[in-house]
């Protein structure tokens, strides 16, 4: 039976996956400890023995509401005194370390192999339920991390060449065919997330499976082959029958919907002259710079009987940040008109 050992509550955060975090944690050899539990299986169970565990109920992290209504990862805090049950040691994944090298497991305590997506809503209900989300921002990518790589171990437990049962390394980084020897690595699919512009406005869309009055950027999966500038430009021509003109990077994300998606952003506009909307989703409309502040302001989804009202992705999803910077730059433009 699953015992646990120490619950912490408000554990301490794991760092940020700022461009300073990996210097400093290149700095403190932690990537390359990190890298070593992840080729060796007895350092790795050594390691597990010392190290947090964050704890997931069929992929979705368990979270608690704190005294400041923001919600923290729960983790047990292993001592090394306590022998630890089978699942514990068998089933945890290694999501990395913190700064004093101490390792960060994820473990779900009760996974759902017979339909692993049944768990996961397009936008897990306990996101949309942060009040203030910033306390919570610095753990979200670890969970993110955690929760697509005991997803990846919970589906892949046959060779798709073989068809024989694979078995996980310690760290649950990579899986081995029992019988050809074949290795798997945890697989993402890229996805172009794009905002288009016409100058004045920015167009978002939104499909039928977004919660209610949800719009975001027009995003779509890279086919095999295209390159992402290809996939952007078939993608805003397919949803909405546009042509864009230019376009630059703005930044990347993973995502762990559907099945771990790699999200790249960008942002591109549109001749001010050619901007009717061909729509394929659900609905795809240009807001104001206008409509865009007050929509940014909305924080919580409409509940079932509210008024209808626009609200974008919330903060932690890169869809809000394309939409912010967008916002920015148009604010700026127009207080130097
Ligand atoms: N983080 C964010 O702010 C946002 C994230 N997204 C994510 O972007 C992803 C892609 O957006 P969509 O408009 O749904 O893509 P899409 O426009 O390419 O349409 C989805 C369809 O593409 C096909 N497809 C091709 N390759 C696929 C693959 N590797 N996995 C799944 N389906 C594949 C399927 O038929 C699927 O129904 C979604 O998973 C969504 O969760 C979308 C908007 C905002
Ligand atoms: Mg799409």
């Not at 997931?56 to 005194?81: D, I, K, M, N, Y």
């Not at 997330?193 to 995003?219: E, H, N, T």
């Not at 290809?230 to 703005?250: D, I, K, M, Q």
């Amino acid at each position: 039976m699953f015992r646990p050992l120490k619950i912490l509550i408000g554990t301490k955060c794991p760092p940020t996956r700022c461009c300073s975090a990996f210097v400093s944690r290149m700095r403190f050899s932690n990537l390359q400890y990190v890298n070593r539990l992840k080729e060796d299986d007895e350092a790795c169970a050594a390691a597990l023995q010392n190290a947090h565990i964050f704890l997931f109920h069929r992929l979705s992290p368990l979270l608690q509401r704190t005294e400041h209504r923001t919600l923290r990862p729960t983790a047990l805090v292993c001592s090394g005194t306590e022998p630890q049950n089978h699942r514990t040691t068998e089933e945890s994944v290694l999501i990395g370390c913190s700064e004093e090298n101490q390792a960060q497991f994820c473990l779900d305590v009760g996974k759902n192999i017979l339909n692993p997506g049944s768990s996961l809503s397009w936008w897990p209900e306990t996101l949309n339920s942060v009040q203030d989300p910033s306390p919570y921002e610095p753990d979200l990518c670890f969970l993110l991390q955690g929760q697509a790589l005991l997803r990846w171990n919970q589906t892949s437990g046959f060779c798709s060449t073989t068809g024989q049962p694979t078995h996980r390394n310690r760290a649950g980084s990579q899986r081995v065919c029992s019988s050809s020897g074949i290795i798997y690595y945890p697989k993402m699919s890229p996805v172009v997330i794009v905002l288009v512009s016409d100058g004045k406005r920015c167009l978002l869309g939104r499909q039928s499976s977004f919660p209610r009055g949800m719009y975001s950027a027009l995003a779509g999966f890279c086919d095999m082959g295209e390159t992402l500038e290809e996939t952007l430009r078939r993608e805003v021509a397919e949803e909405v029958g546009l042509e864009v003109h230019s376009v630059s990077y703005s930044s990347s994300q993973h995502w762990p919907f559907p099945h771990s998606s790699f999200m790249m952003a960008f942002h591109a506009s549109v001749s001010p002259a050619h901007t009717q909307v061909s729509c394929q989703l659900e609905d795809a409309r240009w807001f104001s710079l206008e409509e865009i502040t007050s929509a940014l302001q909305v924080k919580t989804p409409p509940r079932r009987g509210d008024p209808p009202v626009v609200w974008l992705p919330p903060k932690h999803a890169i869809g809000n940040r394309l939409i912010t910077e967008w916002r920015s730059v148009s604010c700026l433009h127009y207080v130097n008109m």
